[in-house]
């Protein structure tokens, strides 16, 4: 069994930055992929960035690409997304998720334990 607990979600306003965190339990963390996806109020899940096992590999949704950086340190099990230039479209439930593979995909289906989310709110 792998938990997985989000935090640093907040209110910013636009321009703003935040850090996300999420804290792994498990000694194979360090074997697979880390994603963060994002659901905002009456939309679809949808993907934000992954990581590779090693982070030698990252991949971006375009909506988020330049802004946002996927990053993880092994040692402590923790994945993190640094955001900035917020947007109020970025508004949404953030959720980290551990892949069933050691490589990126940006397809839900592939994750197998996700968090339980953390609000991020973006004012204009």
């Known amino acids: 069994q792998v938990q997985l607990v989000e935090s640093g979600g907040g209110l910013v306003q636009a321009g703003g930055s935040l850090r996300l965190s999420c804290a792994a339990s498990?000694?194979?963390?360090?074997?697979?992929?880390m994603g963060w996806f994002r659901q905002a109020p009456g939309k679809a899940r949808e993907f934000v960035a992954a990581i590779s096992w090693g982070g030698a590999s990252t991949y971006y949704a375009d909506s988020v690409k330049g802004r946002f950086t996927i990053s993880r340190d092994n040692a402590k099990n923790t994945v993190y997304l640094g955001m900035n230039s917020l947007k109020p479209e970025d508004t949404a439930v953030y959720y980290c998720a551990k892949s069933r593979h050691k490589y990126n995909s940006q397809v839900a289906y592939e994750y197998d334990y996700w968090g339980q989310g953390t609000q991020v709110t973006v004012s204009s």
């Open positions: 498990g000694r194979t963390f360090s074997s697979y992929a």
